[in-house]
């Protein structure tokens, strides 16, 4: 392996490397420190220094941060949640039809599926919001779950069919012989298989989905409204209406809505950087 | 070994495709969810789009055809023609900015001893994907402000009089947007690079010290001629984002002040949703994407003309 060479390495030049990337990845996180420590603060503090660590901490910043925005809170992770979970499970199943299933059309139809990353977002966004305007759903949550299981789709067919071709075809074809159906063979052999690509896919899709702003502006009404459409509207209202903004609960606000992804990549962080690293690009 | 029944497998005996279909009807039926719901939310809201660019809509009523005449409208309109310059900028140094800082990172932390320590650095660059993309816009838009961060930090080193409303002076407000986000280091992008230095063979790396390139010489003759993948992706991929991209001036400046942060894609969007001209707002639309596909099938060609 490339540079096992052991840790003893203090060479003046990996001093220089080590010290430049600790500064660069200090500025990547500042936006992090910027508003963690201004969540404490009150309006004066606020308005003295943007840089210090308060004297004395406001944490009422964050109960205030709470009250408004714990249900687009919710809201954000019950549509990413379903989202993500439904985008699985549609593509597992059309991955391991492609993947494993002999029928006519199969290339047409995953040509069909693929294409899908030729139409840019912006070209459907408009008569996408007219459709679902018109369109009586049984929930709003759903005006921005099924589209965005749609645009899912061929990121995760594509992957996915790749591992399941992986899957040793003895395995299956045992399986098979001892009467198990198609549904039977994804349940208990290929998905138990493919769990960490599942969980690559799943946390990879589930970033962009989390930050989603455009469309879920657009569908959702007040009582679905998610987090990233929330803060907009705090940020937007406070200038509109002539008032200084509270920075301290804008800034807790901001903070919270990082938790669950900070959570989230505290366990699952080596496969998000193992889907990227492997699926990466060869030629 | 025997050709089991609904399994791809290389000695399967040609069947009538009747048979196949039949055989493999569970095919169909987990494939059936995936297509309706591509079928039903991308591909039909841009047929909408592309034939609703040919005509007078306003998204309520049905339309009336009016032909190219949207499209004259776009060529001829000068916001258009400032939105379409900003947007030549914003590609130019956004693809910059995308391959640059994640390509010098990467190049650090992989010639760093050891495989932990790579490990630790390369954890440390992809941490700050937590930050939710609109949180980091909005905490920007605060640094921009009269009395934020950017001001005060110019006051505090003796630069008071560069002290500037970043945002709404037309001349910086377009730049303040597109260096949004320091230091800019994509943590896609970034692993992309990475894993591309990971792949090239230990010999390459091996006979380049003999032949005596080391440091920014290895470089650029080795590590950026091999990277080439790496780098025409995501110089591909920031290039057709770019076209595309509209949030931050949507957020932080509506387009403004003037036209100054105007794109097309941001202009799409206002048309339809502040105007009421759908039809026009899906010309604009036609005339983007007309534009990405041209630019990815350029990308395919010159990176294929170059294996």
């Known amino acids: ?283 | 070994m025997t050709a089991l029944p609904g399994f791809r497998s290389g000695s399967a005996s040609p069947r009538s495709v009747l048979t196949r279909l039949r055989r493999n009807w569970p095919a169909y039926l987990f494939l059936l969810p995936t297509l309706l719901l591509v079928g039903y939310f991308a591909y039909y809201p841009a047929y909408i789009a592309v034939t609703r660019a040919f005509t007078d809509w306003d998204g309520l009523n049905p339309p009336t055809f009016t032909g190219l005449e949207n499209f004259q409208r776009a060529v001829a309109d000068p916001v258009m023609g400032q939105a379409t310059t900003n947007m030549g900028i914003w590609v130019v140094l956004g693809t910059l900015l995308a391959l640059v800082m994640p390509l010098i990172v990467a190049e650090l932390v992989f010639h760093l001893r050891g495989q932990r320590r790579q490990y630790a650095y390369r954890t440390l660059f992809v941490i700050p994907i937590v930050i939710p993309s609109l949180v980091l816009l909005l905490v920007w838009g605060d640094f921009y402000r009269s009395d934020g961060l950017l001001n005060q930090l110019l006051g505090a080193v003796g630069l008071g009089g560069l002290r500037h409303e970043w945002l709404s002076d037309p001349h910086t407000a377009l730049y303040g947007l597109i260096f949004l986000g320091f230091p800019y280091i994509d943590a896609f992008n970034f692993l992309l690079l990475y894993a591309g230095l990971q792949a090239i063979p230990e010999d390459v790396f091996d006979a380049a010290k003999i032949d005596g390139a080391t440091g920014l010489r290895r470089v650029l003759r080795i590590d950026l001629p091999l990277l080439r993948p790496q780098l025409g992706l995501i110089a591909m991929l920031a290039i057709i984002g770019n076209v595309q991209y509209y949030i931050s001036p949507l957020v932080l400046t509506s387009g403004g002040p003037g036209y100054a942060t105007t794109v097309p894609a941001l202009l799409m969007y206002q048309t339809a949703t502040r105007d009421g001209e759908y039809g026009y707002a899906m010309a604009i639309a036609f005339l983007l994407m007309i534009l990405v596909v041209v630019l990815t099938l350029l990308s395919r060609l010159i990176s294929r003309g170059n294996r």
Not at chain 1, 35 to 64: C, G, I, M, W
């Open chain 1, 1 to 283: 392996m490339r540079g096992g060479v052991g840790r003893a390495g203090f060479t003046p030049g990996e001093v220089v490397r080590q010290a430049v990337l600790v500064l660069l990845g200090l500025l990547a996180l500042f936006p992090l420190y910027f508003t963690t420590v201004n969540s404490f603060k009150d309006r004066v503090q606020y308005a003295e220094s943007l840089l210090n660590v308060p004297t004395r901490l406001h944490p009422e910043n964050y109960a205030l941060a709470w009250a408004q925005i714990q249900g687009p809170l919710v809201n954000s992770v019950v549509i990413t949640v379903t989202s993500v979970l439904a985008t699985l499970l549609l593509a597992s199943l059309s991955a391991y039809a492609f993947a494993l299933m002999d029928f006519p059309g199969r290339h047409l139809l995953f040509a069909v599926t693929f294409a899908l990353l030729l139409v840019p977002d912006f070209l459907t966004l408009i008569p996408l919001y007219v459709q679902i305007r018109n369109l009586t759903l049984p929930s709003n949550y759903l005006a921005i779950i099924l589209p965005t299981v749609a645009v899912g789709q061929p990121f995760a067919i594509l992957v996915l069919r790749a591992a399941f071709e992986a899957i040793p075809r003895d395995m299956l074809e045992a399986a098979r012989l001892d009467g198990a159906g198609h549904l039977a063979l994804l349940r208990r052999i290929v998905l138990p298989v493919s769990l960490p690509v599942l969980i690559s896919v799943a946390i990879i899709r589930l970033v962009p989905v989390w930050n989603e702003y455009l469309l879920p502006s657009l569908v959702l009404d007040e009582a679905h409204r998610t987090l990233p459409v929330a803060l907009v509207n705090f940020q937007g209202g406070g200038a509109a209406t002539a008032v200084t903004p509270n920075y301290g609960a804008l800034m807790a606000s901001y903070v919270l809505s990082a938790v669950p992804l900070l959570v989230l990549f505290a366990f699952l962080m080596r496969y998000y950087i193992q889907g990227v690293t492997s699926g990466g690009v060869k030629g």
